[in-house]
């Protein structure tokens, strides 16, 4: 009797929902978005995302083991790391890209920092950042879709960012994924059903990815044209990575502020520099550099957004 | 004559300026794309710490506390003068890549913390050893530093190309490398207590 007497300290009640199983779920919803990066761009899909999740998993495991800390591989955080670069790379990158990229995700953006939950920027934007700076070439050559032949094509951002009007694409071939791009941003459809079920179950709330669509594409409406109020804003929604940044890797726990007021100001923020840079900026892309210096932000919009302690 | 080494020798290990006391990142990040370069800004900065810590050494009971920075900076600014003017005349490629970080020694806070913190309060020759091996100190620093940057973003040792292809780390040579680098290495020294946590 005496032994199912268990003392132990607060939360009693708690969820059966680990930060492991939430990992895995997360990894999950990102597989219709997968499908159909290798059914628009190929087998090469498939390789870079093996290639990736492979290193991540690898780089993640090795220095736990040298720095003889828990390893904690399976908890899914690794796979989904590596997953994600690899949603941000071009589907015929040489072989050793995704590598270099998802061990420099693993080892400089989240191990040196002391591992899941101590780091201060998304490991995968990180490790793809890192490869646009050193290989631009690569980063930027993008596949034509449904060709399978290695056919290199502008991508509509680009066009954009050039203000020529988008010529040969509906915006049903951008929701569908029918343009050149990244293996993982193209198909807006496939991104959204993984996005709905992550909502659904809750295991990310609505306030970072909307604020974050809503600001870029009222922006984008505003200055996005010549003249003001005239800007295709559809378009600057529908392409680039901006619905795979703002459900996927803004909604980071870890790198995202706590509060939903924190998220709001956060996603407001993604939104802003994201348009800033497509607009004016020297890249036709922004959405990685604008949740990575949001991620910076996040510490400060923390302190300013604590809920104030009632009657304090 | 054993005191005299172990100032010398702080400056390498214990109190390196780059790994250590984190001083001088400025020309440290900036002039470290090329082990050529870093040499050359290293033995600059080296002379001028070594005789600004001299002729403050000698100073130091004349010169009023209350302006004793601006003296500092006067002596100091002396010997960059001369360090520049002989580099224009000597090495001008080297003026060329090394451009306005010269001239900007005067202003290394090394050297101004070497002279408040040293120079002002010890003897002619202690000052000398310890200006000598900060500046060793430093120099190594950069060196390394250059080195590890220039072999990865542009395959190549002191403007030496070692390998003809095109597939070098680009960012290595960009300002987000030198910070990664010189982050890394400090890891590295704290972790084989080189230098003090």
């Known amino acids: 009797m005496r032994d199912n007497l268990l003392v132990s300290t607060s939360p009693h009640l708690h969820k059966k929902e680990s930060v492991k199983m939430i990992m895995w779920l997360v990894t999950l919803s990102l597989v219709p978005s997968g499908l159909a990066g290798i059914f628009i761009f190929g087998l090469g899909a498939l390789w870079v995302m093996a290639l990736a999740v492979a290193a991540a998993v690898i780089t993640e495991f090795a220095l736990q083991a040298v720095t003889r800390r828990k390893i904690t591989v399976l908890d899914g955080s690794a796979v989904l790391t590596g997953l994600l670069l690899a949603y941000n790379l071009p589907a015929d990158v040489p072989f050793w890209l995704p590598v270099v990229g998802a061990v420099f995700s693993i080892a400089i953006g989240k191990q040196v920092f002391g591992g899941l939950g101590q780091n201060i920027f998304n490991p995968a934007l990180v490790g793809r950042v890192f490869l646009m700076a050193s290989w631009p070439k690569y980063m930027t050559t993008f596949v034509k879709p449904m060709s399978y032949d290695a056919v290199t094509s502008a991508t509509p951002l680009a066009a954009l960012t050039e203000g020529k009007a988008l010529e040969n694409i509906s915006y049903l071939d951008l929701f569908l994924g029918n343009r050149p791009g990244c293996i993982g941003e193209v198909c807006i459809l496939a991104l959204l059903i993984g996005a709905a079920f992550l909502l659904l179950r809750k295991y990310i709330s609505w306030h970072i990815p909307f604020s974050y669509i809503f600001t870029t594409g009222l922006l984008s409406y505003v200055f996005g044209a010549k003249t003001l109020f005239a800007g295709d804003w559809i378009s600057h929604i529908l392409s680039g990575g901006l619905v795979l940044g703002a459900f996927f890797m803004a909604t980071d726990y870890v790198t995202s502020p706590l509060t939903y007021k924190g998220q709001l100001v956060f996603g407001i923020g993604c939104g802003l520099i994201t348009v800033v840079i497509r607009l004016w900026g020297g890249y036709p892309e922004g959405v990685s550099y604008a949740i990575l210096i949001m991620n910076a932000a996040t510490p400060m919009i923390d302190r300013y957004t604590r809920p104030r302690i009632y009657g304090s | ?197």
């Open chain 2, 1 to 197: 004559m054993k005191s005299l080494i172990k100032e010398f020798s702080k400056g390498i290990t214990v109190l390196n300026p780059t790994f250590g006391l984190i001083l001088g990142l400025c020309p440290t990040l900036a002039v470290s794309t090329s082990l050529f370069n870093a040499v050359g800004m290293g033995v600059a900065a080296t002379f001028v710490l070594v005789f600004s810590n001299l002729i403050i050494s000698a100073l130091r009971n004349f010169i009023p506390a209350r302006i004793r920075l601006p003296s500092y900076i006067v002596i100091i600014a002396t010997f960059v003068t001369v360090c520049e003017l002989g580099i224009k005349a000597y090495l001008p490629g080297l003026s060329k890549s090394l451009g306005i970080f010269i001239p900007l020694i005067v202003v290394n806070c090394i050297i101004m913390a070497r002279a408040e913190a040293f120079a002002s309060r010890n003897r002619i020759l202690p000052s000398i050893f310890d200006g000598l091996g900060m500046g060793v100190g430093f120099t190594l620093g950069i060196a390394i530093i250059a080195f590890i940057r220039e072999l990865l973003g542009s395959g190549s040792i002191a403007g030496i190309g070692l390998l003809k292809s095109n597939e070098f780390i680009l960012v290595m040579i960009l300002a987000p490398g030198a910070l990664l680098t010189m982050g890394l290495l400090i890891a590295l020294s704290r972790l084989m207590g080189l230098t003090k946590r």
